[in-house]
Each structure stands twice: as C-alpha cells, then as structure tokens.
C-alpha cells in the first residue's frame, strides 16, 4: 500500500472540518491554553512558503499541548482592513470589499491544504460590521473616559465631569494638555456648553488636536512613522511631507511608565523590549523657562542634565512650531521658510535617525539666560521635533556632542563648564562624575549636586521644574482613507458627538471613488449618504442636513492598528452579538500563552495592543493587564534568488561559470525557471522578457547555469516560491517538516526546493515502518529492549524540544527514530502507536491516516501524549570490545552487574575467544568492568 499523500491529506483536511476537532470549549474542566498567531493580511499575492513558518510552529505546540490534556484556543482570521486592498480600488475601481473577500477565499484555502488545527468557527476579520462594531464601541470608552494620575488608571469621564461640577480642576490630577486654565465650579457652571466640550476634549483619552502628521499626496493619507522607510511612503515609494492637520489622537503617553514597567511581567524577547523601552523613551529631568528677548512669548524646554544650564551657547527650535514664524526677523525669514520647506520633505522618523547631517537656520532672535540674563542665539534645526517634549532644545556644546558639532558648522560660541574635560575631543567623556566649573553658584558641584541644586533654584523662582518625560507621543489616529472602520462620531456645531452602542456598528458608505475629493476631504467625503439623523438614529443622506436633527459623520477612517489592538480578546468569544466577549468567555481564557509574530511590529501594533488592553483592564472590561504572556519571534525564511548576467553594453548573456572579470549587469530570473541543478529554462525566460528574445546566450556544457544569491523572499525579486506546488509535489506534511527542519524557529533561513526531498523521504520510510504491499504490518507482539530504548529516548527529546521550541532538533530526532526501528524491524503496537502521537503535531496527516489503520475511530488529536520512563533508558547490558594483544577481534555483550571474574570466565569460555587463542594460554587477562577486555598472549 503506497503513500498516497495527496488523497491522505485531502481525506484529513475534509475529516477535521467535518467533526469540528479543533473546536474549542469556552466552558471546560480542562486547563486552557491559547495559543495565537499574529493574523495576516490577506494580500492577492496569497502565501508563499515563508509565511507559514510561524503557523507551523504554533499549529504543532497547540496540537502538543492537546495531547497534553489542555483545552486548546488556537484560532485565525484576517486583518482585512488596509491600504492595499485601497490601492488596488483606486486603480480598478472595485469595491476594497470584494477584493479583500476574494483574497481572502485564497488564504483560506491555502492555510487548510497545510492542515493547521485552527478553530475556523470563530474567525475574525477587522473589516466585517460585526467585528468593527466593537473597535467603534472601544473608541467610545476611550472618549469617555480620562486618566487619573492618583488613581493611575482611566476613569469615567463622568466622575471628572462631577468633580468640576463641585469644585472646578484645582486639586485634579490627571494627564491632559498642558494649556488648561484653572478654573473654579462656578467657572464651569458659567461655561458655555462648547465650552465644556472643549475643555473635556483636552482630558479625553481619544480627542482631537491639530497635529504634525506624515502626509503622502501620492496616496493623500496619512501615514505612521512604521509605514515610512527611508523617507518614502513603504506602499508605493512615494514622497512624504509633514504637515499639519485636525486628528483624533489617542493619549497613549498616559500609560508610558505602566507600559515601561509591565515590560517586566511578560515573557517576551529582549531585543524587543529593548525597542519598545527605546521607543517609550523615559528621561529624568527639569522644565526650563527661557524669556524671548523683545517678545512675549518664552520657551519652555525639557533638558535630562539641568546641571549644564550655565553653559548653553544657543536654543535650537523644531522648524514647524508655529512659534518660529512669530519670532524670526525679517533679514532672517527667506533662509528661515526655506529651510522649514525643506524639512517639511523629511519624515520625523528620518530627522530622528540622522545624527550625521548638521543643518539649520538662525531666526535673528535671541533667548534670555534664565539665571544670567544673557542672550541667546535661537536657531531652527530639523533634529528637533515638535512633538517631543516641547519642541525646543537648550543646546550645551560641551555636553552633547551633536550640540558641539552645531556650534562649530556654524560659529557659536562654546563656553567649557567641566573641570578638567577637554571639549575638543572627538569621543566626549562621561562627565556625569566631573566638577562643574564656570557656573555661577554651582562651581564645584558635582553632577549629581548640581542637578538638584538647579531644579530648587527653578522652583523657587518660578521659571521651571523637576519632571520625568518620556519620548513617547499620543497616537494618530486618523486616516485619509476609504477602507478603514469608520469612527460612531457626527458633529454638532463642530464639536463631535459619540453614536449610542444600540446604532453601532456604522457601516462604511458606498461611494463612486476612493480618492479624496476635489476640495481635498478625505474619501468618504464623496459619499452622497452619509450623515447622522439625531431622530431615527440612522445614516441618511447629506442632503437632509440641517445642523438641527441631522449632522455631517466624520470622514476619516481609523488606522490599521485599530482593530489589530484588540483581536485576541474577540476570538475568545467570537459570536456574541451583545459584548465584544462575555465576562465568562475572558474570565475562562483571560490571555495568550503563546504568541508568534514578527519583530517588526515591536513599536507599532504589539505597543498599541498593550495600551489598549490596559485601559480596557482599567475600565473593567478584561481581566488581565497584559495580554500575552509569552510572545516568540519567528525568523524569516528567505529565497534563493536566481540571476542571468548580461554583459555591459552587450545583448550578450553568459553562463555564471564563464563570467571571469567580465563586467556584467546581473538580472533577476524567476525562480520557477530554473531547475534543482540551477539550469535555465531559455526558452521560457526569452518568453518572459522579450528583450532578450534575441539575444546571445553563452551557454557551459550545454546549459545555461545561474548565479544564485539569499535575499528576502519578494515578488520583486521573483524568488517566490508557492505553497500551493509544494504540497502538490510533495505534500504539507513535507512542507511542515521541512519548514521546521530547516533551522532554530528564531532565526532566519533561506529556503531550497531541492532540500524537501529528505523530509519526504522519511515520511515514506515512516509509512512503510508501519504499512506493507498488503496493508497494516504491525502487530501485537511484545518490544524488545531496544525498540523501548529508541521509543522512550525519542519521547524524551521531542518533549524537550517542543517545551524550548526546537523544532528542528525535533525532526532529527524522528529521523533517527525510524531508522533504529527499522533496523530493529519493529512491528510492536505498544512502540509504533505512540509514536504516531510524537509525530503527529509535525506531520499530522499522515498520523492520522495511519492512526486510523491502527483501528481507532478518535482523532489522533484527543490521544494522550506518551509518558516517558527512564527505566528504559538505563542500560542493563554493556557490549565490551574483547581485544587480542591490544586489537579488537568481536564485541560481547555481557551484564553490566556481572563481576570481574565472571567477565573473564564468560570471555574465555566464549567460542571466539578459543579460535583466536588456537589452544595456547594466554599470559593475562585484563578485565576493565563496563569498559575493555584485552587478552594478551
């Protein structure tokens, strides 16, 4: 009976979807574990063989830990709101809705030929109604609530509204902007109802604020910081400029230090806490007051060394504060928005990484020294951001060595105030233990004095004080976009109003384009329906505005990450209708396990899914502040791209063996073309690029041979290689294997078609350890010593490995497994039944086949995992090497208990012992117990 992989898998795959095996209980004795990928975006390019890598690995420790007696989560579904699915709208002019279903349809398809135990019955996708509702009901909270320092938690934006009520904002201590005037309760009485709504949005965890954001005109929206590489929208390339603009925003920065210390309650890589810590960016420091000379303005800057305060050469302003324009003079002003044009180019995330370019532009106006009343050159420069901290810099060119290097490109001066610190040196010392000198009163303090020393000083008169700050800025949350969840807001009188829960979810409107309009609103303002009647509570046509019943709905969409920051809780109770999980459903599950995804989401979605599954604990809606335990960062699997050479200048093409130094312009073929031996297919590539149709191919042997080079695995590179050929070829648990085969899950690895043929070639060898010409071969005859050994070694290490996520010492391991059992021809079913189970969260489908040959009726899936018992393991027996003068002749195995005396007389009595001897007695026997025997003659 031939291993037909293809009818086995199909026959499994139908099997499982049938009986709903991975179905998981949300009310159940077992202990729970949840086991969770990050979910994909569903592109039209579909999988290629590098995606399912972590899939693999969850999908095997889910299946593990059922063997283990746990009530397993482990479900999937798709991020499917996104710029992409827009895009290709924009281009086609199909609705974003069908696309993303059809794609969809494909991911679907693929993930189930790979066999993955996933629990379908409660998939998620961001863009369906039913899931956004929930993302609009968690905008809501966030609007209505605030964040009380006190507390150090949100509250009810009521229980702030309560307090003003009775006695104004004096004694509140909450996270808010920092232009709020204190008022009393009759103050508030007094205000006007826009009033109150103003003042409230500046306490609000979501609000809205005029903000400095990344604008692409190319895709006209709004783009975060991860969505911009090297300066250029990562969609498409195209230009991005800052630019102001009204955007809700969440006030992440409110749970700055709890996200900083919660860092220490999880199990997650090093390397991207470190990012996240980085990206938080806590500093130490003071506020400091500097007047403007002439103006009545003044600067306020944070500085993490208030020490350093006496030797500050000149204030380095962001080049976009609106402060700027009001200060510069006009000798000043054509350099000045020249160069605040020019910044406008760059992405703050750029500005932020360059510390190489010093550039510039001095305003002509000057800062007044807090302490000496000197004044102070203000410049402009494109390293200084207006959103962190204040926007403004107090620049020590003896403290700081990208202040140094200002100072001398442009000709400020540099006073010295360390004592003995020469400031020329090109690496700058660490002055944190050197004396203060040339600093008025505090000459000859230490740091560490002198920083306290500065900050009463600033207290006392007024102009500063001590503060922590944190680099971390409040999130936009706005997008220019069509597809993207729409915010439950309408405005009043230009002031937003929430939609009750009962009218959610507002759907996405039907319009003709996806562009924004011609007077530059966002995409939805081409929508003719889309407005919000106060009296039917439903969407109706804009016509019927009327500012009276029926008001304009916001036209910008969220972002991405909207509905990414909360998905996990949703899979734990996927159908309710009426919450968007019951407290049963979070009390039972509470969080992730495990979670696998890649590192490139440190500081986007997994630092936005931390705030909002904290501000949801605060609230009470969840019942754990973190949401995953233990989160494992898969590498990359990367292809192996093939290339032709064309000579320079030449319509020449040469075989790689036959370059030497000629120069040569290397082309990308498709990796498709070419053959396990890295052969060219001509003709098809000359079919794929017409230009070289004609052209002269200078071949070795015979065939053209490829260079070949790692690289991420691309469309661009044409080195993709598709799932879909690989299971038709040989089947998913091959890929399965392989993909874990091929190197530490963490690490990156590069693929080779040609290397999956020794994984299938231990699935067949596995096959026939259990299946002959004519069917089952095992039996019930009793193991032998050794195939209890081989069983009980291989439970030992796979359960090992499994726990500390080596898979690929895993496969060895089964490798070796069957190779020991069919040189031992094994046909036990007390060893070839629970091997099956070893083996079957690797390579579940054949398993299960065999399995059921076996004669169970259950899944595999429900058996229980082997127990390991060293008693096998411990060796009873020793084969000693039995040598003749000091050359060993046979080996003899013998009882490791036996003693010296009954070792040499088993020796000698032994038949070959007396044909080496030929009746001659030998001089001595040297007995080594559990070692040697060495008859010497």
Partial sequence: MNYDFNAIEAKWQNEWAQ?????????????????????????????????????????????YKRHKGFNVLHPQGYDSFGLPAEQYAIQTGQHPAITTAANIKTYRRQLDQIGFSFDWSREVRTSDPEYYKWTQWIFIQLFESYYCKDADKALPIHDLIAVFEKEGNANINAVCDEDIPTFSAADWQAFSEADKQDLLLKYRLTYLAETEVNWCPALGTVLANDEIVNGVSERGGHEVVRKKMTQWSMRISAYAQRLLDDLNTIDWPQPLKDSQTNWIGRSVGAMVQFEIDGHNESIEVFTTRPDTIFGVSFMTLAPELDLVQQITTEAQRAEVEAYIEATAKRSERDRMADVKTISGAFTGAYALHPFTGKKVPIWIGDYVLAGYGSGAVMAVPCGDQRDYDFAQHFGIEIPNIFEGVDISEEAFADKENTIIANSDFLNGLSYKEAMQKVIAELEAKGIGFGKVNYRLRDAVFSRQRYWGEPFPVYYVDGKPQMIATKHLPIRLPEVEKYLPTETGEPPLGNASVWAWCTESNTVVANDKVNHKTVFPLELNTMPGWAG???????????????????????????????YIGGSEHATGHLLYAR?????????????????????????????????????????KVVSKGLLGDQKVVPIHADVS???????LDIEVFK???????????????????????????????????????????????SLRLYEMFLGPLEQSKPWNTAGITGVHGFLKKLWKLYMGAEGLKVTDTDPSA???????????????????????????????AVNELTTQKCSSKQILEPLLVLVSPYAPHIAEELWEQLGHTESIATAAFPVFEEKYLVESTKEYPISF??????????????????????????????????????????????KIVNIVG
């Fill in 786 to 816: 050794e195939n209890l050994k081989t069983l009980h070694k291989t439970i030992k290490k796979v359960e090992s490995d499994i726990e500390n996520f080596s898979f690929n010492t895993s496969v060895s391991t089964f490798m070796i």
């Fill in 19 to 63: 009986r709903a095996t991975f179905k998981a209980d949300n009310n159940s004795d077992k202990p729970k574990f949840y086991v969770l990928d990050m979910f994909p975006y569903p592109s039209g390019a579909g999988l290629h063989v590098g995606h399912p890598l972590g899939y693999i690995a969850s999908d095997i420790y889910a299946r």
């Fill in 564 to 594: 990414s920051s909360w998905y996990f809780n949703r899979y734990m109770d996927a159908g309710n209708t009426d919450a968007f999980a019951s407290k049963e459903a979070l009390d039972y599950w509470k969080d992730v396990d495990l």
């Fill in 611 to 651: 705030f909002w599954q904290k501000f949801l604990f605060d609230r009470g809606h969840v019942p754990v502040t973190e949401f995953a335990k233990k989160l494992i960062n898969q590498g990359m699997i990367t292809g192996t791209s093939a290339f032709v050479y064309r000579l320079d200048g030449e319509n």
């Fill in 687 to 733: 079919q794929w690029r017409p230009e070289y149709a004609d052209a002269e191919f200078v071949l070795e042997d015979g065939k053209y041979i490829v260079g070949r080079e790692v690289e991420k695995m691309s469309k661009s590179k044409y080195n993709v290689v598709n799932p879909d050929n690989i299971c038709a070829q040989y089947g998913a648990d």
């Fill in 673 to 679: 073309f070419v053959n396990a031996s890295d052969e």
């Fill in 885 to 930: 003068n000091g050359k060993m002749r046979f080996k003899l195995e013998l009882p490791l208990d036996m003693s010296k005396d009954d070792i040499e007389a088993a020796v000698m009595a032994h038949e070959k012992t007396q044909a080496q001897l030929a009746g001659r007695e030998p001089k001595k026997v040297i007995v080594v117990p559990g």
